[in-house]
């Protein structure tokens, strides 16, 4: 590719993230990587970054911080697909801005989405340059050659793995009982069962968890692919709300050991269960050990399965053999 001088960014989000589920790259790294690249070839006049209203919001400060525009478009949800307008407004700000603002010589599509197909022959039309970014394998050849470049996201990011390859060797069976003992010690504190209390229970009892590493390209996927293995139901995907399944039962209670040996150093025969989960609250403030329920439900289930016995006036903690 040829040294640009000036030119135009317009991001679909959504494609891309859509793009980069199956590798092992995130969303954020590539938008990086993009500013980057096109930075050492020129001055970037416009960085937009498309999404719809309340689509992929994590990502939405990430973007900001890095120096994209970002702007939201009109989206609506037709069951559990949501389809955005970004390339409808992404269409008239490109001809806008081919129009208005002749110092910009290229402009940068990222998408693989062949609608745009018009916009760039528009364009090529009033003497710009068109490059298109996108996953090769799912770029349609007519959007290919009828941009002036085309670059994969796998060419701009170095390499791109699929995420299927970190399955191997890993063992899903005691990793999905992992995960079946911890559900059911949420459905023992009678907490409604959440993604995001799952997986933040789920990183106490395996602190280095993270769902790239077996082969989820987020948490969303992994938990419908709890919900195909029988472990819960999601009664509200919108929000992927999700209940626990009667299967889970079978599972035995799995909780951070690393707490349950708090418990152990704070009680003795004098210690009071109101003090104890005071002291224990003081630990970390911060999330579900902040909460006394965690702790509450903890002591509990430790004195149903008989690690010690803690009565509200005193407590018994069993001996170790």
């Known amino acids: 590719m ?12 959504e494609n891309l993230a859509k793009s980069l589920e199956k590798y092992d790259k995130t969303p954020q790294e590539l938008m990086q990587k993009i500013l980057d690249t096109f930075a050492q070839m020129g001055k970037i006049d416009v960085a937009r970054v498309y999404t719809g209203w309340g689509v992929f919001a994590s990502l939405i400060p990430f973007a900001v911080d890095m120096g994209y525009e970002v702007v939201f478009v009109y989206a609506h949800r037709s069951g559990s697909v949501v389809k955005n307008m970004a390339d409808m407004q992404i269409t008239v700000d490109a001809l806008k801005f081919g129009y208005e603002r002749d110092a910009i010589d290229t402009f940068v599509f990222v998408s693989a989405d062949r609608d745009f197909i018009p916009v760039i022959k528009a364009l090529q039309g009033l003497g710009k340059e068109v490059v298109v970014i996108g996953d090769e394998q799912i770029t349609s050849e007519a959007l290919r050659n009828t941009a002036d470049a085309f670059v994969s996201l796998s060419e701009l990011a170095g390499g791109l793995k699929s995420l299927t390859k970190n399955r191997a060797g890993k063992d899903f069976e ?15 504190m009678n907490y409604e069962l959440s993604p995001s209390i799952l997986k933040e229970l789920l990183t106490m009892v395996m602190p280095d ?55 152990k150093e704070r009680i003795s025969s ?6 104890l989960v005071d002291e224990l609250r003081n630990i970390e403030k911060q999330g579900i050990r902040g909460g006394k329920d965690y702790w509450e439900a903890l002591i509990k289930l430790g004195n149903e399965l008989g690690w010690w016995e803690v009565k509200p006036g005193g407590a018994e903690v069993e001996k170790s053999e």
Do not use: C
């Open 270 to 275: 004098d210690t009071n269960f109101t003090k």
């Open 174 to 188: 005691s990793f999905f009982n992992t995960i079946g003992g911890i559900i059911k010690f949420v459905d023992f």
């Open 2 to 13: 040829q040294s640009y001088k000036h030119f135009a960014v317009f991001l679909d989000l």
């Open 209 to 263: 968890f993270t769902e790239h590493d077996w082969g989820y390209p987020n948490f969303k996927a992994l938990v419908k692919d709890l919900e195909k293995r029988g472990l819960v139901e999601i009664v509200d995907s919108s929000k992927m709300k999700m209940v626990p399944t009667a299967r889970v039962k079978d599972y035995d209670f799995v909780v951070p050991e690393i707490d349950v040996e708090r418990v």
